[in-house]
C-alpha cells in the first residue's frame, strides 16, 4: 500500500529507529568520519539498522530526500508491527479503558479527523471587524461599481451625494449585523485567553468508538501548509488519516494539591501556591477532556 504523508517527524523516527535496530546510531557516527568508504559493519540485529543508517547519511547531504525518510518510516512501521508494539485503534473496538491499559509503546489510529489551530482562530478574532464589512460590501459589487461610474461622469452631483450616503448606510447595518455575533470586547476576551493559555501546536483530531485522539502536531514537520492540506483534505476531511505516534497523556490528570499557604510563610511557599493555581487556571481552558488522549504523533499519513 503506498503512502502519501501528510506529517512526518524524521528526529523522532531515526531516534526510535536507533533503539529498535540497535546500533544505527553507532554505524552514523563512523560513517561521519568515513564519508566516501562503504561500512559494512552493523552490530544491530538483521539489516534494516545499515539500511536506516545509509538512509540517515543520504538525507543529511545538501538536497534532502524526503522519499528516504519516507522508506525508512516503512522499515520502522514494518518492525514495530512484527514485534507487536503497536496497538491498532481502527476499529470500533477498543474502549478508553483499553487503549490506558495497554502495555504498547505506540499508537495507530485510522480515522476521519478534524484540524484545530488556535493561532488561526486567534486571527480570525483579531480581524472580525474587517471580515464583517468585506462580507457586507462584496455582495454590493454591481451597486458600488455604479457608483463609482456615476462619480466620473458627475462628481460634484448632488444625486450622488445621496446614492454614496444611502450605500454606505446599508453597507454598515449589514456589517453591523454580521459582527453581532462576535462583539469586540468578547472577541479581545478570546484573544487575551489565547495569548496566555494557548499554544502553536495545531490539533488533529479524531474519534474512534467515543474517544477523541488529539494528536499535537510541530508544523515545521508537516510536508506542506495547512493551508494547502485545507484545500486538498477540508479542514473536517472526508478521507480516512492514519496516526502513528505514542500516548503522552490518557488518564491520570493531576490536581494541583495546593493548599493556602500561611501569610508568615516564605516567598517560595507563596510562589508554589501560585504555580498550583495557575495549572488549575490552565486546566479550566485547555484541560484534557475525560474521554480525550493526547497524541506525539510521529508520522500521519493517507493510503492511496
Known amino acids: 500500500m503506498i503512502k502519501n504523508f501528510i506529517y512526518l517527524d524524521e528526529q523522532k523516527l531515526y531516534s526510535f529507529s536507533s533503539q529498535l535496530f540497535e546500533g544505527v546510531t553507532e554505524y552514523i557516527l563512523n560513517e561521519n568520519h568515513i564519508e566516501h568508504k562503504d561500512k559494512d559493519i552493523q552490530k544491530g540485529k538483521l539489516a534494516s539498522g545499515r539500511v536506516i543508517a545509509n538512509v540517515i547519511r543520504e538525507a543529511s547531504s545538501s538536497t ?22 503497536i496497538l491498532d485503534v481502527t476499529a470500533d473496538t477498543q474502549s478508553f479503558d483499553d ?12 480515522a476521519k479527523g478534524m484540524f484545530i ?5 486567534k486571527s480570525l478574532f483579531n480581524n472580525f471587524s474587517k471580515i464583517s464589512d468585506a462580507l457586507a460590501i462584496l455582495p ?36 453591523a449585523e454580521i459582527a453581532s455575533g462576535m462583539p469586540k470586547r468578547m472577541a479581545n476576551s478570546f484573544e487575551t485567553v489565547i495569548d496566555n493559555f494557548g499554544d502553536e501546536i495545531v490539533r488533529f483530531q479524531q474519534e474512534v468508538s467515543g474517544v477523541v485522539y488529539s494528536s499535537c ?4 514537520h508537516l ?51 501560585m504555580a498550583g493555581n495557575l495549572y488549575d487556571i490552565e486546566q479550566s481552558f485547555g484541560g484534557k477532556a475525560d ?7 510521529i508520522a500521519i499519513y493517507t493510503q492511496l
Do not use: W
Not at 534532502?64 to 508494539?85: A, G
Not at 458600488?144 to 446599508?170: G, R
Open 64 to 85: 534532502t530526500k524526503k522519499f528516504l525518510h519516507d522508506h525508512s518510516f516503512n522499515l520502522f512501521e514494518r518492525e514495530l508491527i512484527q514485534s507487536n508494539q
Open 99 to 110: 487503549v490506558c491499559n495497554s502495555k504498547k509503546s505506540f499508537i495507530r489510529i485510522r
Open 117 to 121: 489551530d488556535l493561532h488561526e482562530i
Open 140 to 175: 454590493a459589487a454591481e451597486q458600488l461599481q455604479a457608483l463609482e461610474k456615476f462619480k466620473a461622469v458627475d462628481p460634484k452631483s448632488s444625486e450622488l451625494k445621496k446614492m454614496q450616503s444611502e450605500l454606505d448606510k446599508s453597507l454598515n447595518k449589514i456589517s
Open 217 to 220: 502536531l510541530s508544523q515545521e
Open 223 to 273: 510536508r506542506e501548509s495547512l493551508k494547502n492540506i485545507y484545500r486538498k483534505y477540508s479542514r473536517k476531511t472526508a478521507k480516512e488519516f492514519i496516526v502513528i505516534g505514542f500516548i503522552s497523556h490518557a488518564d491520570g490528570t493531576q490536581k494541583s494539591g495546593v493548599e493556602d499557604v500561611p501569610d508568615e510563610s516564605n516567598m517560595l511557599r507563596h510562589m508554589i501556591e
Open 291 to 297: 474521554n480525550e488522549i493526547i497524541i506525539e504523533p
